[in-house]
């Protein structure tokens, strides 16, 4: 599961990257602070896991020498099942901000990459209410509020997590090994012995719940 930070330069992907996955990734205010694209995870980690990569920001007349690396880094938006659009919705130009990304997103083929728009700098300035309104589904928030990057945490794991299946496993003594697996991959509901092993009820992804009940079949006396 990951999820790409796209945006214009400045609209604050480096600092939500930090506050999100925990890291010390580069935050400077200045052109192409983050042309290496870094990957890292969400964390409090989350079930399934969730890695979070920044892209280079956009900006207005992309200098011609620096297209192909701009693009290039964009590879990781491609790779992403989510898209999370971040704008400085305190830029009283940020509505065009917003228009040449989608464009470019388009033109690099990530139009079928779902989109979380997240509005960020609204302790800058801005109309909460009225951005809501006008955006539907849209997260306004400053990443400097914790209580606002925990919603925007929320709201990402909670993308990767509406497919989830729920389903009980039975996990034999005999195949206690195979327990670390189930809590990694895996979140693990309720427990309760039984007999010859334990029941643990989960909530994970479907493949991944059917693989680890073959697994757990064939390692049964």
Not at 14 to 19: I, K, N
Not at 28 to 43: E, H, I, M, P, S
Not at 46 to 74: E, M
Request: aromatic share 4%.
């Amino acid at each position: 599961a990951r999820v790409a930070l796209v945006g214009y330069t400045n609209a604050g992907k480096s600092t939500l990257m930090r506050a999100l996955t925990g890291n010390e990734a580069l935050v400077a205010d200045k052109l192409f602070a983050t042309l290496d694209t870094t990957v890292r995870a969400l964390q409090p980690e989350t079930v399934p896991r969730v890695l979070v990569s920044d892209t280079v920001g956009f900006i207005k007349n992309l200098p011609h020498g620096l297209v192909a690396s701009f693009k290039s880094t964009l590879d990781e938006a491609l790779e992403a099942s989510l898209l999370a659009h971040v704008v400085d919705a305190s830029d009283p130009g940020f509505e065009r901000q917003l228009a040449v990304t989608e464009e470019v997103l388009d033109e690099i083929g990530a139009k079928d990459v779902p989109r979380l728009l997240v509005l960020n700098k609204i302790d800058r300035g801005g109309d909460e209410a009225a951005l809501r309104a006008k955006y539907p589904g849209c997260i306004v928030m400053s990443a400097k509020r914790e209580g606002d990057v925990a919603m925007l945490r929320e709201a990402i794991a909670a993308f990767f997590q509406k497919d989830l299946v729920e389903a009980e496993l039975f996990l034999p003594w005999s195949a206690q090994n195979l327990r670390g697996e189930i809590f990694e991959s895996c979140k693990v509901i309720e427990e309760r012995a039984d007999g010859d092993g334990v029941v643990l009820r989960v909530r994970g992804d479907a493949e991944v719940v059917s693989r680890l009940r073959q697994q757990l079949a064939s390692a049964l006396p």
